[in-house]
């Protein structure tokens, strides 16, 4: 029963190597994971810039008095008049 002991001594290096290595590669990781996470977070703002942009863009300017107004608004927020 010599071989499983070797076996077991081995695994038992590999381990410590493959702790090593583990380590390393979940530094690696972190880092990987921090610039995904910074690029998300600078998608996540850049959705609200563009939501908020599309928002401002979708004005339309009342007839009557010139306000820009939002397109879903019925009425003029300045004069009340009917938007067309
Ligand atoms: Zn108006």
Do not use: Y
Not at 13 to 31: M, S
Not at 45 to 57: P, Q, S
């Amino acid at each position: 029963m010599s071989s499983s002991k070797d076996k077991k001594e081995e695994k038992h290096v590999k381990l410590e190597d493959v702790a090593e290595e583990t380590g390393e590669f979940i530094g690696k990781g972190i880092r990987k994971t921090w610039s995904v996470m910074k690029s998300f977070g600078k998608g996540v703002v850049d959705t609200i810039e563009t939501k908020e942009g599309r928002k401002n863009v979708a004005t339309l300017t009342c007839s009557h008095c010139g306000a820009s107004i939002p397109t879903q608004s019925n009425f003029c927020a300045k004069c009340g008049k009917k938007i067309l």
